[in-house]
């Protein structure tokens, strides 16, 4: 079996590396940040030109026809250039107004870039509690800060209700968007949605919240893998470059040591991101565990790889002026976003326990 991307697909990460390098430089993502961060709507207008919003929603609904593979194959690319947009956000907001019973108008203007969503999903099943309001539904509560929600007009939210999690959309606008929290990655928007008897719609009961957890760990798991190859790229080029006792320190063996772990994680999350993304596009049963496994390896190897980083650059890796500080601050970002290693892990043990009290193999 083949588990290469196909040929369209590696065209697909080319063309997104040439965008990308354009409009997303290390002096054009610097330039978003010390304004004070938000949306790159230059950069915004091009990606949805170029139909990334609708990689996986089929044509007849004005998508690309692709898949999560292709999602994988985007992300990975925003992760590597700490893209000031929400790429992610909206993708997951598009598909779950799209999978929605009936079908929704607003998935429409999100697919076409004219309205901007968020997710709003937290640890806490019952930090939004969802209750039934004649014919219609009223959140109320605290989400934990959500990606974007400063810039977003529509909120997917993940809330309990006396049923179980249901998944719900909330209309916002700029008096009831929530201000842009204080955070260490200012690569992007964070704001934390609160709810008291705001006015929702029903999108789905738990398996559409489980469904977008599944997808949500798998972006994020692409985005850090991302993160991850820009951090080792830039750690086997500062040790070719810098020179210590006459001698590049990459001819050292600590430090050979130390990017070899690297790619050694790198490759791990590679494997395990794409496995998901995989598993989603083909709606196989195994997604949500190849789900919560790309997010624990990614999380805990992403980790692993931004200290390296650190520790090979040295003093100068701690600086404003070095871009490693990016990288660095938006994994730290993404190792909770849809989860931490932690809470993945225990799904992962709750997902394969009836396999192994069945006496099946969990491989």
């Known amino acids: ?125 019952d930090a939004v509690h969802a209750t039934r309001s004649g014919d219609g539904w009223t959140l109320a509560g605290r989400a934990d800060p959500a990606l974007y929600a400063p810039s977003a ?66 972006a994020t798991a692409a985005e850090m893998l991302g993160g991850a190859v820009r951090v080792l790229d830039l750690a086997v080029e500062y040790a070719k470059d810098r020179v210590q006792f006459d001698k590049p320190i990459g001819s050292f063996q600590a430090v050979k040591h130390r990017c070899a772990d690297m790619l050694v994680d790198v490759e791990g999350m590679r494997s395990s991101t794409y496995w998901a993304a995989w598993c989603l596009a083909a709606d196989a049963a195994d997604a949500p565990i190849a789900a919560s496994t790309a997010k624990i390896w990614g999380s805990d190897a992403s980790r692993r790889v931004m200290a390296s980083g650190l520790q090979v650059h040295g003093g100068i890796g701690f600086t404003w002026e070095h871009d490693l500080h990016f990288f660095l601050k938006r994994a730290q970002l993404d190792q909770l976003t849809f989860g931490d290693a932690s809470y993945h892990r225990e799904r992962l043990a709750a997902l394969l326990r009836p396999r192994v009290e069945a006496g099946d193999s969990i491989v």
Request: charged share 25%; proline share 6%; aromatic share 6%.
């Open 153 to 218: 007009d529509v909120v997917v939210v993940a809330a309990a209700t006396d049923a179980g999690p249901a998944l719900f959309a909330v209309d916002v606008d700029e008096d009831s968007r929530p201000p842009a929290e204080s955070a260490m990655d200012r690569t992007r928007e964070l704001g934390r949605p609160v709810f008291d008897g705001t006015p929702a719609d029903w999108i789905g009961g738990e398996d559409r919240v489980e469904a977008l957890v599944d997808r949500g760990a798998t």
């Open 1 to 125: 079996m083949d588990f290469d991307l196909s040929d369209d697909q590696l065209a697909l990460r080319e063309g997104a590396d040439d965008l990308l390098e354009g409009l997303a430089s290390s002096t054009a993502v610097r330039a978003v940040v010390e304004r004070g961060g938000g949306i790159d709507r230059v950069l915004w207008q091009a990606m949805v030109d170029q139909g990334w919003l609708g990689v996986a929603r089929p044509e007849a609904e004005g998508g690309l026809g692709l898949g999560w593979v292709e999602v994988a194959v985007l992300a990975e690319s925003v992760g590597r250039f700490a893209v000031p947009a929400p790429f992610v956000s909206q993708v997951l907001a598009v598909d779950a107004l799209a999978l929605a019973p009936t079908p929704d108008p607003r998935a429409e203007a999100l697919l076409a870039g004219e309205t901007v969503g968020c997710v709003a999903w937290s640890r806490a099943p």
